[in-house]
């Protein structure tokens, strides 16, 4: 039921689901999901690009529009423009052939106050397309598809060139539930270097889907497209919150958050998922997170999952590599289970695991992770059984430290050193996903944007 990531490295061709999620807060660095690909080695953090490609490198035109006039205004944007529409509610919204360039991004954004712009749905259509276009932006808007079928925000399939460079910034996607196959996301063309982050999607059947299948579940070679990038990549998956209900899923039950392996050779076969600092709660059905591929997984804070808190196992194809550190599991049954070995290799340590079963599917020591039953966790933790918003998982003084972890393993991963609230982990003594006891300084768990304290752009 929240929010935030990036996408896929080069191309999302494989199966990323994230059902029935009545909320989904999306954000890059401090604040949520980075979609975004580059150029690297797969452990290499330089394989994740900066987020800043629409820094303006000089001033742009700022041009004003209304319902009445903004589908002829987009039309003729060219890069450095801003958009900025009125309140108002507007017809569906076509972004084609639109071309930005680095630093001067097109820009379609809603007013810094006052109500938003409400971009309304129609029948047998998404709300808001984007068609062959790169270098824009989308900013402040309230996207409702009205229940009526169509997906909020969408990059179709066409045959022509990808849209790549997008950044979803601060929107509202609602009404995207018709079925479990709508999604408040959704993107099935070749694309890359996609920022989604501070967006509430609430009540989609699915909350964002990136990526798109052939009918064998596989994913493909990256296509020849010029720009495309070519080595490895890294998906960052950040400071999200991913909270499910418990509405039924007649497509299937599927996990708050999954993701799908990378091809076996070739283009993206050494790509990496990145995801860490990130709230996964609730899931009645399954687990709260599933993965296949190359991943690494750390100081994340997950609470519930009917069959385990994290699932790692073949799905599409095989699981490759899985480094699981420094997160903290709350789970009724299993905390981390193995359906498949990692044939690259695992480590699994400086987990702090509240579930009956902490470990299953692989012989792996325990001795360098914390765990206890789920009944024994309030004398670990803060407030383990609060409801969200008194939730609290921050360690009691002298109940979460071990033995110095040896992280030098994941010294080229992503904030290997950083804990769930940003901060150091001075000597890599505790175990879970927070560096610290007593007192949590830090954001406290709930069902809204993760912050770190600093401005943001979202409004909801």
Same mark, same amino acid.
């Given at each position: 039921? &929240?929010?935030?990531?990036?996408?896929?490295?080069?191309?999302?061709?494989?199966?990323?689901? %994230?059902?029935?999620?009545?909320?989904?807060?999306?954000?890059?660095?401090?604040?949520?999901?980075?979609?975004?690909?580059?150029?690297?080695?797969?452990?290499?953090?330089?394989?994740?690009?900066?987020? !800043?490609?629409?820094?303006?490198?000089?001033?742009?035109?700022?041009?004003?529009?209304?319902?009445?006039?903004?589908?002829?205004?987009?039309?003729?944007?060219?890069?450095?423009?801003?958009?900025?529409?009125?309140?108002?509610?507007?017809?569906?919204?076509?972004?084609?052939?639109?071309?930005?360039?680095?630093?001067?991004?097109?820009?379609?954004?809603?007013?810094?106050?006052?109500?938003?712009?409400?971009?309304?749905?129609?029948? &047998?259509?998404?709300?808001?397309? %984007?068609?062959?276009?790169?270098?824009?932006?989308?900013?402040?808007?309230?996207?409702?598809?009205?229940?009526?079928?169509? !997906?909020?925000?969408?990059?179709?399939?066409?045959?022509?060139?990808?849209?790549?460079?997008?950044?979803?910034?601060?929107?509202?996607?609602?009404?995207?539930?018709?079925?479990?196959?709508?999604?408040?996301?959704?993107?099935?063309?070749?694309?890359?270097?996609?920022i989604i982050r501070r967006n509430a999607?609430?009540?989609?059947?699915?909350?964002?889907?990136?990526?798109?299948?052939?009918?064998?579940?596989?994913?493909?070679?990256?296509?020849?497209?010029?720009?495309?990038?070519?080595?490895?990549?890294?998906?960052?998956?950040?400071?999200?919150?991913?909270?499910?209900?418990?509405?039924?899923?007649?497509?299937?039950?599927?996990?708050?958050?999954?993701?799908?392996?990378?091809?076996?050779?070739?283009?993206?076969?050494?790509?990496?998922?990145q995801i860490y600092g990130n709230l996964l709660m609730h899931n009645p059905r399954?687990?709260?997170?599933?993965?296949?591929?190359?991943?690494?997984?750390?100081?994340?804070?997950?609470?519930?999952?009917?069959?385990?808190?994290?699932?790692?196992?073949?799905?599409?194809?095989?699981?490759?590599?899985?480094? %699981?550190?420094?997160?903290?599991?709350?789970?009724?049954?299993?905390?981390?289970?193995?359906?498949?070995?990692?044939?690259?290799?695992?480590?699994?340590?400086?987990?702090?695991?509240?579930?009956?079963?902490?470990?299953?599917?692989?012989?792996?020591?325990?001795?360098?992770?914390?765990?206890?039953?789920?009944?024994?966790?309030?004398?670990?933790?803060?407030?383990?059984?609060?409801?969200?918003?008194?939730?609290?998982?921050?360690?009691?003084?002298?109940?979460?430290?071990?033995?110095?972890?040896?992280?030098?393993?994941?010294?080229?991963?992503?904030?290997?050193?950083?804990?769930?609230?940003?901060?150091?982990?001075?000597?890599?003594?505790?175990?879970?996903?927070?560096?610290?006891?007593?007192?949590?300084?830090?954001?406290?768990?709930?069902?809204?944007?993760?912050? !770190?304290?600093?401005?943001?752009?979202?409004?909801?």
């Open positions: 039921m &929240r929010r935030n990531w990036d996408q896929r490295s080069s191309r999302c061709q494989g199966l990323h689901r %994230i059902c029935e999620i009545l909320l989904v807060i999306l954000s890059i660095g401090a604040l949520g999901l980075d979609l975004a690909k580059g150029v690297g080695s797969p452990q290499d953090a330089s394989a994740v690009p900066s987020g !800043d490609f629409c820094a303006a490198k000089g001033p742009g035109r700022v041009l004003r529009a209304d319902p009445s006039t903004y589908r002829e205004r987009v039309a003729t944007l060219q890069a450095g423009d801003t958009l900025l529409l009125a309140s108002g509610r507007y017809p569906r919204l076509t972004i084609a052939n639109l071309t930005g360039e680095p630093g001067r991004c097109i820009i379609v954004a809603g007013p810094a106050e006052g109500p938003r712009p409400v971009i309304a749905g129609q029948i &047998r259509h998404s709300t808001v397309e %984007i068609v062959d276009s790169s270098y824009v932006a989308l900013i402040g808007l309230a996207i409702d598809s009205l229940g009526i079928g169509g !997906d909020g925000i969408k990059a179709p399939r066409t045959t022509h060139a990808a849209t790549h460079h997008i950044v979803l910034d601060g929107n509202l996607i609602i009404g995207a539930g018709a079925t479990q196959q709508t999604d408040g996301i959704s993107t099935k063309t070749p694309t890359w270097n996609w999607i609430v009540g989609a059947g699915t909350g964002i889907y990136l990526g798109d299948g052939d009918g064998s579940k596989h994913q493909l070679d990256r296509p020849a497209i010029a720009g495309m990038p070519h080595g490895p990549q890294s998906t960052v998956i950040r400071n999200n919150v991913f909270i499910k209900d418990d509405r039924p899923s007649p497509d299937g039950d599927r996990p708050n958050l999954l993701v799908a392996g990378f091809p076996d050779t070739g283009s993206g076969s050494h790509d990496l998922y399954e687990a709260l997170f599933q993965g296949s591929g190359r991943i690494s997984f750390h100081d994340n804070i997950l609470v519930g999952g009917q069959i385990a808190g994290v699932v790692l196992r073949d799905h599409d194809l095989p699981l490759k590599l899985a480094h %699981i550190f420094n997160n903290t599991i709350y789970s009724p049954q299993t905390g981390i289970k193995f359906g498949s070995p990692a044939r690259e290799g695992h480590a699994v340590l400086g987990n702090l695991i509240f579930a009956e079963t902490p470990i299953a599917g692989l012989d792996i020591a325990t001795r360098d992770n914390l765990t206890a039953p789920p009944a024994d966790a309030r004398n670990y933790v803060r407030a383990p059984s609060a409801p969200l918003g008194a939730l609290d998982f921050y360690p009691l003084p002298g109940r979460a430290k071990g033995s110095p972890l040896d992280l030098s393993p994941f010294a080229g991963e992503l904030d290997f050193d950083r804990d769930f609230n940003g901060v150091g982990k001075d000597g890599h003594y505790f175990r879970g996903a927070y560096a610290g006891e007593g007192l949590n300084p830090g954001w406290r768990l709930r069902s809204q944007i993760k912050s !770190d304290g600093s401005p943001q752009a979202a409004r909801f």
